[in-house]
């Protein structure tokens, strides 16, 4: 099951996968060919998206109805702490 952080992180990453689709696809310097590869790429980035947004708005529902219930998880790091020195 995907968390909100796991797929708050996907969504951020898409994001800007989306940002330089679309800068590359904009260039002034390169063919059609090119362009047309840009924006069949970033019909999928987009559609990516929109699974991703309707996937945490399911999750984010189904949490504040009660179906599903966000487990919490404590830190166990173990650096920086001077009684797990060698």
């Not at 310097?29 to 929109?50: G, N, T």
């Amino acid at each position: 099951m995907e968390t909100v952080g796991s797929l708050v992180d996907k969504l951020s990453i898409n994001e800007l996968k989306i940002y330089h689709m679309s800068e590359q696809k904009d260039r002034d310097d390169v063919d059609k060919p090119f362009k047309e590869d840009c924006q069949m790429r970033l019909d999928i980035l987009l559609a990516q998206r929109d699974h991703l947004i309707a996937e945490l708005q399911e999750l984010l529902d189904d949490v504040l109805s009660g179906r599903k219930e966000l487990k919490l998880f404590r830190q166990m790091k173990m650096y920086n702490e001077k009684k797990f020195k060698d």
